[in-house]
């Protein structure tokens, strides 16, 4: 395999372990006091997927901590124990799954996977057998279908005690796209080789490359005979990663075992008709009913069943693609360039003065598809919030059994979508709110009920929409803020700029965005060290988002992050300097206005400032900053702009505003290096080109 | 933004690329580029100034959505500017993982300057322009100076 082969299975590799990990974590502490059927299968089959491709990427650490969780799952899966304890078993899948995400990190910055991870394995080795231990008193036998309403789990039981071997063949078809079929081809032998013997395949050389077309075009057949009956083998396959189609088949069974029912005889049945049409590969359920009739064994039909509602079942999840953002950026640069040949044809100047009915008609047509084109094309890079508010689920989890605080996270509007650029910049954020309301915000149990509250905190996580914005808001019904405390700190900090009583408790509470501000007497472990806060506004600024706090003393503190829907797209306002076109992102203007001569003056360095109500300002000549030549010098004749960058305000001259408009962000040309006050690009509707002004660059001098 | 000319953009292949040079006009002499690095070729149009940067980079075009910076080569080899008219062309080459405009007099030809033909310039002449030169070609009897283009495009 090459470097660059191995690198793109890496990715995909590391993308696609983050997301089951992020499943995992979700059902586990979606169902952590106890588990149902669905949940325990739907953790064997992550431990199993997660096992098998680590084990494809030779992580053999990685999957010997997924195979004993598998393990762990397989037995509660078969055999359904009584009394477990769940937060144990919670807590060693949450190691297990922490174990592998550290491991992941340690890949993607291109280390060497090295933890240890079986004194992990046999701690869930020692617990399964404790279970199994206590597991004894529950009588081997179930009575069938107690308690496992749609596997047949129970009936499975009584035919993989006898020694009955079945043979099988297989025919997998992976995903359109999935890459590397040859190697997934392999991986899947691989995996089979724990329950099957005589494994055969077709294609036989799945190591060489030259058979990744045949495997596409006819599937890849595998024969093999097995101890384990149909379903579980077909479970088994049906993990298979990027698996599109099973087609399993029952060949025959030999050996007597203890099967209650004569499995041989009927299934021989279909066998016949099966060998008649050798390269006809039935599916189980496909088979004559006749054949089936004859053999007068329901089981047969049951078991078909049950694999056709899970072949229904496991289809569900393919009407999802990943596709790599660079492509979604690709559709949407074309977009762009759609849009604007599509005004140069509708609008040619060859077609002045023609009387053109039918085309007007048409063009308007065209006009209506292009637009929906473009809402599409931009709704594609939407992502819902979902993912990141369900990992919150851990946190506060995992936070509450550290500091023994209970805590309910409530989550609502989850499905609200924002650019997935975006996405990677707030989770953090988030993450550091909720630390700190859990932290500093909620009370221990006790002091809670002392005060008349009920015992369990309330943290609200909501996302909603709001025109162009999407409000996120982290409510809690902790203590609140300290105002005095914080005051109190800000000044010892030299935080403060006019006296204290000029403060008003709102602008207090903005103190704690600021960096180095803790006002936890002890450092805990997720918080109190003075950082954390201050992420929350540096990231959200990336973004060009603001974060604001609302806190009432004893009744809880309210965080509303505010941030943009798409970065692809900004508000900006449109200036003019020197005949050429700026943007200035509209969420820094404060106001535009005109200067009056009587309320400008220079200091003896030569700077020169206004003041505009009773306020003093700097002001930046836009012209000067850039070295751009032929612009308004006349600071009266020109335009004051107010920008604001958190703190602090400047006045910045430009020769006229032109307008708001809408603007598609580009970053600037590689080959440029980077301008101070400059941070890209931007093309305008009628393929012009504006500059976008950086706000930030006017400060940090 | 009309396109003049796509080239060879699906014939991207040595063998068939060995050998050819774009050439174009800057003043009185004639240069040429290696067909490799050469995108596409597009008339002149609209440049946006970009402030702070080296004087020979004139700013940035919209190629069809793309953004892409321009340099202007008469300035890059140190030769007064020149209006620019009918002829003005953009050459868009490829280097590395940059794309960019170079702002010409006129494009020429594609020229097939085989390897014995071309020779290292003489050492003794030493203009300015020449540290952008690597080798000097021969077509019949026209003389072609073959651009170095990392060095053209190294921003010190």
Redesign the interface.
Known sequence: MSDFDRESMLEMFIFEMSHLIDQLEATIVQSESEYNIDQINEIFRIMHTIKGSSAMMMFDNIAGVAHSIEDLFYYLREENPQDLDYKRLSDHVLGGADFVKEELAKIQDGQKPDGDGTDLAKAIDKFLQSIKGTGAEIPEALPPAADVPVQSVAKKQSYTAGDTVYKYRARIYFQDGCEMENIRAYTLVHNLQELATEISHEPQDVIDEETIPVIRKNGFMVEFASSQDYNYVYSHLLATVYLRELNLEELSAVGAGASPVPVAIPVATPVAVAENVPEALVLHEDLPAAAIAAASQPDTSAASQDASQRKAGAAAPTHMISVNVNKLDALL??M??LV?SEAMVTQNSELEGLQLESFNKETRHLRKIISNLQQTVMSMRMVPLSATFFRMHRIVRDMCRQLDKDVQLDIVGEETEVDKNIIEHIADPIMHIIRNSIDHGVELPAERSSRGKPAKARVLLEAKNAGGDVLIIIKDDGRGINTEKVLKKAKTNGLTTKPDAEYTDREIQQFIFLPGFSTNDQVTAYSGRGVGMDVVTSNLEIVGGTALVDSTPGEGTTFTLKIPLTLAIIEGMSVLVAG??YTIPIVHIIKSFKAQPENLFTDPSGNEMITERGEIFNIVRLHEF???EGAVTDVCEGTLIMLENGEHVVCLLVDDLIGQQQAVV?S??????K??G?SG?T?LGN?????IIDVAGFFDK | MAMVQNLFDEERHDDTIKDQYLTFAIEDEDYGVEIAYVKEIVKMQAITKVPEMPNFIEGIINLRGDLIGVLDVRKRFGKPSKEHDEETCIIVIIYSDYTLGMIVDAVQETAIIPEDRIAPPPSAKLSFANQFIRNIGKVGDDVKLLLDVERFLAQD
């Open positions: 640069n074309l762009g360039e604007i050429a076109q850039f070295n751009i580009k600037m040309p590689k080959y440029f290096k301008v101070r400059l690009c093309l393929g012009d080109i504006s500059l």
